[in-house]
């Protein structure tokens, strides 16, 4: 079965046939660094990355760009907020980011450039619009620079929308537009209100980029005029996306072929978002669940599936992703060892292959875990091998494989320590026991369970658990 993915652009799922034998590329919008990530914002990042992890299991080399906004009218103001240069808030958050993607396993991507470090290709292509009669200069001295969507009448095909409908572009002051819907591609500084670190010499005056032109430029340059994928949230279809698609096509670059957008994780049936106060940072959310179930919660919803958060959904997900790992802990030790990386079974292709349906094919590991499990009690080697070893292949290309999210170089010794004490613990419990004190064996595992270990009674003895 050939991969078909929905294109938001024609609205049909489409077979996916890229411009390159054998290769493909995605372009995704990261975040603006200007505050800690929420579970929102890390949607998209799961999303695309499952998407990624798809392409190379089927066969395809992938370039996979995902930026981020480091300079904006919000990190500016944030910054000043908080007694920081706006590149040091920008940097620290970064980092946040960064320490948030690890912990639920999403890949870096082949590279991520930033807005700051493409300052030189943006005014080029502001220089090829302008050239063409596409963009202006603003004649109130401003130094901005706009893109003139009356001069490319196929403006708002993509989400198709009629120009005079729309509401007037509110990134800039519209006094200097010819329309109220013409967009900024360059904002020049604001001397009274910006410091100097945030503007960069240009033909127009000192300023910096406006939002949409660099993503544009920064796909242009690692990935051709012409690609694959652009992805993103379903939030940025306007303006953002809708912008960068005429930017780019008015410059006379293909720009994209497919569109894909993730839907919103919502709290109260809005999206969730710092401006609506109902964000939930993802360390926090961490200190409940491990990353690896949060990721298993993000990957059970279809990708354009609206997500309603709640903390009730996230520990049954985690819950039944315990399952999961149970059933391969018990087949290594009824085996003598992990399990090797097998295949994934015919019914998790056919659902990844159908826009990446990620609950159809988890429906599939499920099930395999099911036959796994018939096989252990029935003493089946053979199928106790066959199973585990597809359940692991196919939550390695869900980004789900437990052994990703095992603690490696220095941590192994503390691991080491804290298997130590428990096992002197359970020990201990084990003695009372045999003694019938009850009582002592009770507040041993009670001190157990407060600590975070979970205790199960085994036939081959108790097994633990964080």
Same mark, same amino acid.
């Given at each position: 079965?050939?991969?078909?993915?929905y294109?938001?652009?024609t609205?049909?799922v489409?077979?996916?046939?890229?411009?390159?034998p054998?290769?493909?590329?995605?372009?995704?919008c990261?975040?603006?660094?200007?505050s800690?990530?929420?579970?929102g914002?890390v949607?998209?990042?799961?999303?695309?990355?499952v998407?990624?992890?798809?392409?190379?299991?089927?066969?395809?080399?992938v370039d996979?760009?995902?930026?981020v906004?480091d300079?904006d009218?919000?990190?500016?103001?944030?910054?000043?907020?908080?007694?920081?240069h706006?590149?040091e808030?920008a940097q620290?958050?970064h980092?946040?980011?960064?320490?948030?993607?690890?912990?639920?396993?999403?890949?870096?991507p082949?590279y991520?450039p930033?807005?700051?470090?493409h300052?030189?290709e943006?005014?080029?292509?502001?220089g090829?619009?302008?050239?063409k009669?596409h963009?202006?200069a603003?004649?109130?001295?401003?130094?901005?620079?706009?893109?003139d &969507?009356?001069?490319w $009448?196929?403006?708002?095909?993509?989400?198709?929308?009629?120009?005079d409908d729309?509401?007037?572009?509110?990134?800039?002051?519209?006094?200097?537009?010819?329309?109220?819907?013409?967009?900024a591609l360059?904002?020049?500084?604001k001397s009274?209100?910006?410091?100097?670190?945030?503007?960069? $010499?240009?033909?127009?005056?000192?300023?910096?980029?406006?939002?949409?032109?660099e993503?544009s430029a920064?796909a242009g340059?690692y990935?051709g005029p012409?690609?694959d994928?652009?992805?993103g949230?379903?939030?940025?279809?306007?303006?953002?996306?809708?912008?960068?698609?005429a930017?780019s096509?008015?410059?006379?670059d293909?720009?994209?072929?497919?569109? *894909?957008h993730?839907a919103?994780?919502?709290?109260?049936?809005?999206?969730?978002?710092?401006?609506l106060?109902?964000? *939930?940072? &993802?360390p926090?959310v961490l200190?409940?669940v491990?990353?690896?179930?949060l990721?298993?919660?993000?990957?059970?919803?279809h990708?354009?599936?609206t997500?309603e958060?709640?903390?009730?959904?996230?520990?049954?997900?985690?819950?039944?992703?315990r399952?999961?790992?149970s059933? *391969?802990e018990?087949?290594?030790?009824?085996?003598?060892?992990?399990?090797?990386?097998?295949?994934?079974?015919?019914?998790? &292709?056919?659902?990844?292959d159908?826009?990446?349906?990620? $609950?159809?094919? *988890?429906?599939?590991?499920?099930?395999?875990?099911?036959?796994?499990?018939?096989?252990?009690a029935?003493?089946?080697?053979?199928a &106790?091998?066959?199973a585990?070893a597809?359940?692991?292949?196919?939550l390695?290309?869900?980004?789900l494989n437990p052994?990703d999210f095992?603690?490696?170089?220095?941590?192994?010794?503390?691991?080491?320590?804290?298997?130590?004490l428990v096992?002197g613990?359970?020990?201990?419990?084990?003695?009372a026991?045999?003694d019938?004190?009850w009582?002592?064996?009770?507040?041993?595992?009670?001190r157990l369970?407060a600590?975070?270990?979970?205790?199960?009674?085994t036939p081959?003895?108790p097994k633990?658990?964080?």
């Open positions: 079965m050939t991969l078909r993915l294109d938001t652009a609205r049909d489409r077979d996916f046939a890229p411009l390159r054998g290769k493909a590329g995605i372009y995704v990261g975040l603006t660094v200007q800690e990530p929420h579970v914002h949607r998209s990042a799961v999303n695309f990355d998407l990624r992890r798809w392409l190379e299991h089927s066969g395809y080399e996979f760009i995902r930026n906004t300079i009218d919000k990190i500016l103001a944030k910054a000043a907020e908080r007694g920081l706006w590149y808030l620290l958050m980092h946040e980011l960064d320490d948030v993607l690890a912990a639920i396993n999403v890949r870096r082949t991520e930033g807005a700051t470090g300052v030189p943006i005014l080029e292509l502001i090829r619009l302008v050239a009669g963009a202006y603003a004649e109130d001295g401003s130094g901005d620079v706009y893109f &969507v009356r001069s $009448p196929a403006y708002g095909e993509l989400t198709r929308q009629r120009i729309m509401e007037p572009a509110g990134d800039a002051d519209p006094r200097g537009k010819r329309d109220p819907r013409d967009f360059w904002k020049g500084r009274e209100t910006e410091p100097e670190t945030a503007a960069w $010499p240009s033909p127009y005056g000192p300023g910096r980029p406006g939002w949409h032109i993503c920064m340059k990935l012409a690609f994928i652009h992805g949230g379903v939030d940025l279809r306007f303006p953002h996306h809708e912008n960068e698609q930017q096509r008015a410059a006379g293909p720009f994209a072929s497919y569109w *894909l993730n919103w994780i919502t709290t109260a049936g809005e999206k969730m978002s710092k401006s106060g109902n964000s *939930l940072l &993802v926090n200190e409940r491990r990353g690896i179930e990721r298993f919660y993000m990957v059970s919803a990708y354009r599936s997500v958060f709640s903390f009730e959904a996230l520990d049954e997900a985690a819950t039944s992703f399952r999961i790992e059933f *391969l018990r087949s290594a030790a009824h085996l003598g060892g992990p399990p090797e990386i097998g295949m994934p079974c015919a019914d998790f &292709v056919i659902a990844m159908d826009d990446l349906g990620t $609950p159809a094919a *988890l429906a599939a590991v499920h099930e395999r875990v099911r036959e796994g499990n018939r096989g252990l029935a003493g089946d080697d053979t &106790v091998r066959q585990a597809s359940v692991l292949a196919m390695d290309l869900l980004g052994r095992a603690t490696t170089g220095d941590d192994d010794t503390l691991t080491g320590v804290v298997d130590a096992q613990l359970l020990d201990e419990r084990a003695q026991r045999v019938k004190d009582e002592r064996a009770d507040a041993i595992r009670d369970k600590a975070g270990v979970e205790i199960e009674d081959d003895g633990w658990s964080v």
